[in-house]
C-alpha cells in the first residue's frame, strides 16, 4: 500500500511517499521517496499549475509498445 508519511527531525515535519508490503508475515517499507516540507510542496504545486498541459499514454506491452508508438509517430522509416 503506498501513502504519506510525515516525520518529525529536529522539529521541523518533512513528507515521504512511501510503500509497505508483507515481507515474511511482517508489514515492512519496501519503497520510500522524499517530498520535502508542506511549504517544499506546495511551491511546487504552485509552479506545476504553469506548465503547460502533459497528455500521458499507458501502453499494453509496456515499453516496446511505447518504443514503436514513438517510432511512428516520428515516422521513423524501418531500415531493412
Not at 16 to 27: L, Q, S
Not at 50 to 77: M, N, R
Request: proline share 1%; aromatic share 10%; net charge positive.
Amino acid at each position: 500500500m503506498v501513502f504519506l508519511e510525515k516525520k518529525k527531525k529536529k522539529g521541523r515535519i518533512y513528507w515521504y511517499v512511501t510503500e509497505r508490503k508483507m515481507v515474511n508475515g511482517v508489514v515492512r517499507r519496501t519503497w520510500q521517496e522524499y517530498l520535502g516540507t508542506a511549504e517544499k510542496i506546495r511551491e511546487c504545486v504552485k509552479q506545476s499549475k504553469d506548465l503547460p498541459h502533459i497528455k500521458l499514454k499507458s501502453f499494453q506491452y509496456g515499453k516496446t509498445a511505447a518504443l514503436l508508438a514513438v517510432s511512428d509517430e516520428l515516422k521513423v522509416k524501418d531500415a531493412g
